[in-house]
C-alpha cells in the first residue's frame, strides 16, 4: 500500500508541489517536469521488478523486501526536506522519486511471493486478495489523502511515508522469515541490460511523445521519440533472444507457455493501461471543470476531487477481500472476467455522461469501475501466481508488476495522445471564438487558440485557469471590467474546454471500453488439462495440477 499510495498521492497534489517550489506549469519547459514527476516512480519500478524478484528468487524474497522498506523510508525524509525552488527543486524531487521507486521495486517485486510462499493453494487467493487490495486500494487512497494533505502543506504528502516506512521496516526485519525454495543461480546481466535500457527508452519515448515538437501538437515526429520507440523495441527484441538462449534467464519465458500465466499478465497490463487512463481523465475532469463549474475555487479542487473519488476507493475495498476469498471456493476465472466486464460497463456509462452531470450518477459509475476493479485483482494474481513452480515465484511476481506498472505509464502516453487529439480538432476554434466574444482582439485570440493543446489539458489537469495569464496584463486592462472579470472567474474556462475535453473523453473512453473486453477474454484462458485431477479450490488457479506445492522430491509445481 505504501508504495502504491506514494504513486497516486503525487498525482493529486501536483497543483500544490508546483505552488510550493514556485514552478509556473503553463511555462513550456515545465511540462517536462510535470510529466516525470508523474513518471519517473513508475518508469523504474516498471523497469526494475523484474531483476528485483529474480535478485529475490536468488538471495531471499524478505532480504531484498526488508532493504526495499528501509530505502523507500529514507528517501521520504529526503524528499520532504527539498530545499530548491523552481527547476532545481523539481529536479530535487524527481531524483528522489527514483532513488525511492528501487524501494517501492524491491517491496512490490517480492510482496505476491512471499505471500504465495507462505499459503497453501486452498487459502492462497484470500491471502493474495488481501496484498493485492491493499496494493492497488493504495493508488485509489492516495488521491483522497493527497488532496487532504496538500491543503495543509505539501511536504506532508511525504512526511506521512515516514512514520509508516519505520514501523513496516523494524516490524519487517523482526517478524519477516523466508519459507520459499531459494536456488543460487547467477545474474543474467546481458537480460538485466537489454530489459532495462530497452524499457526506459520505450517509455520515456512515450512521454516525450505527448509534448509539443516542432509546431506540431505533439511530438510523434521527433527523431529522439522515434529513435527512443524503435531503439526501445529493438534491445527488447534482442532481450527476447538473449533470455532464449541464457541458462539462467532473468525473466524466464518458457512460464509463458502457460495459457493461465500468459493470459493472466495481458489482463493485467490491459486493465492497468484502463484503470490509469480513467484515474487521469476523472481528475481532469473533476479539477478542471467540473468542480470550478460547481462554485470551487481552483485553490481547493485537489482536495475535493478526492472527496467526490470516494466511491471509487469504496467499490474497490468492498469487492477485493471478497473476490479472492471466494475465487478459492469457486474458481478464479469467473470473478477476474466478470470485474473487467463490469469496469467496461462502468466506462460506457461515463461515455454517455454529460461533462456538467448529476454527481449521483457519476458515484454510482465510478463505484462500479471500482466494484469491477476490485473483483478482477485478487483472482487474477492467484491466477498468475498459482501457475508457475515455487522457485520461479519471484520471478513471476515481478513480472506481474512489471506489467501493471508498465500499464500504468503506457496509459499516460495512450490516453494523453488520444485526449490531446480530440482536443485538437474543436478547441482551437472553441478558444478562438470564445475570446473574441469576450472582447478579446482578434489577433490575440487566435494565437492562444493556436498554442498546443497539451499546455491546456495540463492546466486543466492541475485544476488551473490560465487565461489571465495567457492574455496577460495588457491584453485585459484594455478590456471592460466586466468581461474581464468573466474571463478570469471560474466559469468561463471550464465551460470554454467542456465540449472539446467531452470530443476526447469519447474517444478515450471507448479505447477503454476494448481494453477491458479484450482483457476479460484473457482471463478466461484456460491451462492444458494434464493428469492428476483438479486443483484444491476446484482447479482454477493455474494450468498445473499441483502447481505451488512441493512434491515428495522437493520439486515444485509437479505431480
Known sequence: MIATVNASIVLISLPAIFNGIGLDPLQPGNVGYLLWMLMGYLLVTAVLVVTLGRLGDIHGRVRIYNAGFLIFTVTSVALSLDPLHGGPGALWLIGWRVVQAVGGSMLMANSAAIITDAFPADRRGTALGVNVVAGIAGSFIGLVLGGLLAEWNWRSIFWVNVPIGVLGTVWAYRSLRDTGVRRPARIDWWGNLTFAVGLTALLAAITYGIQPYGGHTMGWTSPWVLGGLTGGAALLVAFCLIESRVAEPMFPLALFRDPVFAGGNAATLLGSIARGGLQFMLIIWLQGIWLPLHGYDYADTPLWAGIYLVPLTFGFLAAGPVSGYLS????????????????????????????????????????????????????????????????????????????????????????????????????????????????????????????????????????????????????????????????????????????????????????????????????????????????????????????????????AGRS
Not at 333 to 345: C, I, P, T, W
Not at 500 to 505: A, K
Not at 528 to 534: A, S
Open 328 to 555: 478459492d471456493r469457486a474458481g478464479a476465472r469467473l470473478f477476474a472476467s466478470g470485474g473487467l466486464v463490469a469496469m467496461a460497463v462502468s466506462f460506457a456509462g461515463l461515455l454517455v455522461l454529460p461533462t456538467d452531470f448529476g454527481y449521483p450518477w457519476f458515484a454510482c459509475l465510478v463505484f462500479l469501475n471500482g466494484l469491477g476493479g476490485g473483483l478482477f485483482a485478487a483472482p487474477n494474481t492467484s491466477l498468475i501466481m498459482s501457475s508457475v513452480p515455487a522457485e520461479a515465484r519471484g520471478a513471476a511476481s515481478g513480472m506481474r508488476a512489471t506489467f501493471q506498472n508498465a500499464g500504468m505509464v503506457l496509459s499516460i502516453g495512450v490516453f494523453f495522445s488520444l485526449m490531446v487529439a480530440g482536443l485538437a480538432g474543436s478547441l482551437p476554434h472553441t478558444l478562438s471564438s470564445g475570446l473574441t466574444a469576450q472582447g478579446v482582439p482578434a489577433g490575440d485570440a487566435q494565437t492562444i487558440a493556436s498554442l498546443p493543446p497539451v499546455g491546456t489539458l495540463f492546466a486543466a489537469f492541475l485544476g488551473y485557469n490560465p487565461i489571465r495569464q495567457l492574455l496577460g496584463p495588457h491584453v485585459l486592462g484594455q478590456l471592460p471590467e466586466a468581461n474581464a472579470h468573466t474571463l478570469t472567474g471560474r466559469q468561463f474556462f471550464p465551460q470554454l474546454i467542456s465540449g472539446p475535453f467531452h470530443d476526447g473523453l469519447v474517444v478515450v473512453f471507448w479505447l477503454a471500453i476494448a481494453m477491458s473486453l479484450v482483457a476479460a477474454a484473457a482471463s478466461l484462458v484456460r491451462g492444458r488439462t494434464r493428469p492428476g485431477g483438479p486443483r484444491p479450490g476446484g482447479g482454477e488457479a493455474g494450468g498445473r495440477p499441483g502447481a505451488g506445492r512441493r512434491g515428495p522430491a522437493g520439486g
